[in-house]
Antibody
Framework: QVQLQESGPRLVKPSETLSLTCTVS????????WSWIRQPPGKGLEWIGY???????NYSPSLKSRVTISVDTSNNQFSLKLTSVTAADTAVYYC???????????????WGQGTLVTVSS | DIVMTQSPDSLAVSLGERATINCKSS????????????LAWYQQKPGQPPKVLIY???DRESGVPDRFSGSGSGTDFTLTIGSLQAEDVAAYYC?????????FGQGTNLEIK
């Protein structure tokens, strides 16, 4: 079955750029929508944005000015960049698939295990 | 943005008893063209990612025990755990996927009384 794994630096300095990659295994990245979602420690879930395998994207308005999501179909990966980070961006970052191939409007399944990224000097 | 509000924030239920979690959306998530409610429920155990339990408000994900059920339409939804088991201790979230940005409820922490 499809599995997702996040990777990237766990510690980022304030004002710098957070960069994460999600590697998809057990299936193709093609024909699906893929999202990034985050969860500050002890808090709820926030959707960041999605990318379609073709490269089209949609971002949450609250983060849109700082977020870029890209896809690398040859390596079955998609990535997140979040610029000008502050302590408020400290969170567990998850990647997830939209299970319906025909629409971005979907629940998320499966999810990666998540990676805690801390913003601190 | 559609605001999702869950109640209660926390809930303690005895083993074998019923647990009920509510979710209210600030606007309808019922799409009239297909008569589907764009609402999912997740379970999240400590240190784990969320796991989808219910989608389209009432469709149970494959492999999810049938003690979990979802109901409601429009703006008011309910997740019911028919007979609470010890392994059901977790946080539960609702999520709307009717429109972007996709939004989640604040979560409900379920524990054993």
């Amino acid at each position: 079955q499809v599995q997702l794994q996040e990777s990237g630096p766990r510690l980022v300095k304030p004002s710098e750029t957070l960069s994460l990659t999600c590697t998809v295994s057990g299936g193709s990245i093609s024909n699906y929508y893929w999202s990034w979602i985050r969860q500050p420690p002890g808090k709820g879930l926030e959707w960041i944005g999605y990318i379609y395998y073709s490269g089209s994207t949609n971002y949450s308005p609250s983060l849109k000015s700082r977020v870029t999501i890209s896809v690398d179909t040859s390596n079955n990966q998609f990535s997140l960049k979040l610029t000008s980070v502050t302590a408020a961006d400290t969170a567990v970052y998850y990647c997830a698939r939209h299970p319906n191939t025909y629409s971005s409007r979907s629940w998320f399944d499966p999810w990666g295990q998540g990676t805690l990224v801390t913003v601190s000097s | 943005d559609i605001v999702m509000t869950q109640s209660p924030d926390s809930l303690a239920v005895s083993l074998g008893e019923r647990a009920t979690i509510n979710c209210k959306s600030s606007q309808s998530v019922l799409y009239s063209s297909n008569n589907k409610n764009y609402l999912a429920w997740y379970q999240q155990k400590p240190g784990q990612p969320p796991k989808v339990l219910i989608y389209w408000a009432s469709d149970r994900e494959s492999g999810v025990p049938d003690r979990f059920s979802g109901s409601g339409s429009g703006t008011d939804f309910t997740l019911t755990i028919g007979s609470l088991q010890a392994e059901d201790v977790a946080a539960y979230y609702c999520q709307q996927y009717y429109t972007m940005p996709f939004t989640f409820g604040q979560g409900t922490n379920l524990e054993i009384k």
